[in-house]
């Protein structure tokens, strides 16, 4: 119930291609849904996030779709560049609580 | 407007050993988190911290791991006789208040703990 389902492990995706991620989840109390990215070395960084009360929500070339119903979210990375290769997070958190749940990880690559 | 400033960035320990991680949030972060990350895995929850307070310690490993995050100083993970498969990379992250409230988790760089 805790857990945050995130799909595929890895992706390769053309430069100028569409970059998808997929998560799942099961807690229907999850109410923050937010994406971090981390490039190696580094630590994770806010990327994007959501409440569940719209179905999507766009900054630049990031798209979060949500569907409630199917309890399910996901990253959109249009026009995809180098620059975002990356490690994408998409994690959920319950109002009040004191952690983040994250996933296991999306490791992106855009070929040139 | 430094950001959350981790230490050591790299620390290799021999098994039986203890690794010290010191974490220094954002200027005016009263909130501490730290999270592991094993190698090819995602962030693992550790323990939550206000100053002087333990809020959410779930994640913590009941033996060996502890965490301070004292009124003057850094926060501090602590982890005796340390293990292989303490191997990972610690991270800490800050906020100002709960993360609920501002939607926004600060990370440092991490830790990366190497057991020999």
């Known amino acids: 119930q805790q857990q945050v389902k995130q799909s595929p492990q890895s992706l390769i995706v053309q430069k100028g291609g569409i970059s998808i991620i997929n998560c799942a989840y099961e807690?229907?109390?999850?109410?923050?849904f937010p994406w971090y990215q981390q490039f190696p070395g580094k630590g994770p960084a806010l990327l994007i996030a959501i409440r569940p009360d719209v179905s999507e929500k766009k900054e630049g070339r990031f798209t979060i779709s949500f569907n409630k119903s199917a309890k399910q979210f996901s990253l959109h990375i249009m026009d995809s560049q180098p620059g975002d290769s990356a490690t994408y997070f998409c994690a959920a958190s319950i109002k009040g609580a004191s952690k983040i749940i994250f996933g296991s990880g999306t490791r992106l690559s855009i070929r040139p | 407007n430094a950001g959350v400033m981790q230490n050591p960035r790299h620390l290799v320990r021999r098994r039986g050993q203890e690794a010290r991680l010191r974490c220094s949030p954002m200027?005016?972060?009263?909130?501490v988190y730290w999270y592991r990350q094993l190698p090819e895995e995602g962030l693992k929850f550790m323990v939550y911290l206000q100053k002087e307070n333990i809020i959410d310690e779930s994640g913590m490993p009941k033996e060996r791991f502890s965490a301070e995050f004292p009124k003057e100083g850094p926060s501090i993970l602590r982890i005796q006789q340390v293990v292989r498969g303490d191997s990972a990379a610690y991270f800490c992250a800050s906020s100002t208040q709960g993360f609920t409230v501002t939607g926004e988790l600060f990370f440092g760089e991490g830790s990366r703990l190497t057991v020999l």
């Open positions: 807690n229907t109390a999850f109410d923050y």
């Open positions: 200027k005016g972060h009263s909130h």
